[in-house]
C-alpha cells in the first residue's frame, strides 16, 4: 500500500478529532475489523488483550515484533485509519522506544498510544519526569518520520490502583500534553464527574474514554461532557469470547440451547462480502 493511501487515512483521522465525537471501536483480528467497517464505524483501534487472547495468550504477553505484525493486519483489513495499542512502546529505555514506534508507524497506523505503565508490580508506573520523557521521544520519532501519526498518551493511574487516581491521572495527562500528546486517555476513569474534570483540564486537546463493560451513559452523553472519542478495549472481543464459553459449556454439558444468539451463516458471509 503506497505512502499516500496512508496520508490520506491520516488526514481523516486527525480530522475526526477536531470537533464532535465519535466511537472507535477495537477489532482483535481482520475478520472483526471488517465487520466494524461494514457497520459503518470510522476509525478502528487495535486492542492489546482481544489480540492476545486469540493468540492464546495473557495481555501484553505478545512481543513487539507479534504485534507490529498485528497492526499491519489491522491496517490491511480495511480503508479505516487504525490506533495502536501500542502498551509501553514495548521498551522500558528510549532509544528502544523511539526505534519500535518507528517500526509501527511503517505498519500504516494512523495513531498510536503510549501509556505510562511499566507492568512491574514493585513500580506500576514510570516515574513522572521519565513518563514525559517517554513522551517527547515519541513525539520526536513521529515528527522525524514525516508522517502525520496521532499520538496518544495513557495515564494508567486507575488502572494500577493509584491512591490519588484522578488527581495523578490530570498531573501526567497535562504534562504529555504539553509534551506533544495529541490526544489524552485516563484508562479507568468510568464516572462521569471524573471524566469531566479530565476533559477540562487538557482542554482544547481531545480526550479518549474507554466504555469497557456495560454502562449507565450513551455517546450523546460523554458527547456532552466534551468527550472526542470512546473506544472499548477488549470489551467486543470479551463479549464475543462470552458468547463462545457459554456456548462450549453448553455443549460440554451435551446441550445446543447456547447456540440460540448465534449469527447465522448467510448474515456473516454478507457481512464479509
Not at 465487520?35 to 501484553?60: C, E, I, M, N, Q
Not at 479505516?80 to 502498551?87: G, I, M, T, Y
Not at 506533544?180 to 476533559?199: K, N, S
Amino acid at each position: 500500500m503506497n505512502r499516500n493511501h496512508y496520508a490520506a487515512r491520516r488526514a481523516a483521522f486527525r480530522k475526526l478529532h477536531e470537533s464532535g465525537s465519535f466511537l472507535i471501536p477495537n477489532p482483535w483480528d481482520a475478520g472483526s475489523a471488517h465487520v466494524l467497517a461494514a457497520l459503518g464505524f470510522k476509525a478502528l483501534a487495535t486492542t492489546s488483550s482481544g489480540y492476545a487472547w486469540s493468540r492464546a495468550k495473557p495481555d501484553h504477553a505478545p512481543d513487539v515484533d507479534e504485534v507490529l505484525a498485528h497492526c499491519r493486519q489491522i491496517v490491511e483489513a480495511t480503508d479505516l485509519p487504525v490506533n495502536a495499542d501500542f502498551e509501553d512502546g514495548h521498551a522500558r529505555d528510549i532509544d528502544g522506544l523511539v526505534k519500535n514506534v518507528r517500526r509501527c508507524i511503517d505498519t500504516g497506523v494512523a495513531g498510536l498510544s503510549i501509556e505510562d505503565a511499566t507492568g512491574d508490580a514493585a513500580q506500576p508506573l514510570y516515574a513522572f519526569d521519565e513518563a514525559i520523557a517517554r513522551i517527547r521521544a515519541a513525539r520526536a520519532a513521529i515528527d522525524a518520520s514525516g508522517q502525520d501519526v496521532l499520538l496518544v498518551a495513557r495515564a494508567e493511574c486507575f488502572l494500577v490502583g493509584h491512591a490519588d487516581a484522578l488527581n495523578e491521572s490530570v498531573r501526567r495527562l497535562r504534562a504529555y500534553a504539553d509534551a506533544g500528546a495529541d490526544c489524552l486517555f485516563a484508562p479507568g476513569a468510568r464516572e462521569t464527574g471524573q471524566i469531566a474534570v479530565i476533559v477540562d483540564a487538557v482542554a482544547p486537546k481531545p480526550v479518549n474514554v474507554l466504555v469497557g463493560r456495560a454502562a449507565p451513559y450513551t455517546l450523546a452523553d460523554l458527547a456532552r461532557l466534551g468527550v472526542r472519542r470512546v473506544s472499548v478495549g477488549g470489551a467486543l472481543a470479551g463479549a464475543a469470547w462470552g458468547g463462545f464459553l457459554n456456548a462450549a459449556r453448553e455443549l460440554a454439558a451435551g446441550r445446543f440451547d447456547g447456540f440460540a444468539g448465534n449469527a447465522t451463516h448467510d448474515e456473516m458471509d454478507a457481512l464479509m462480502r
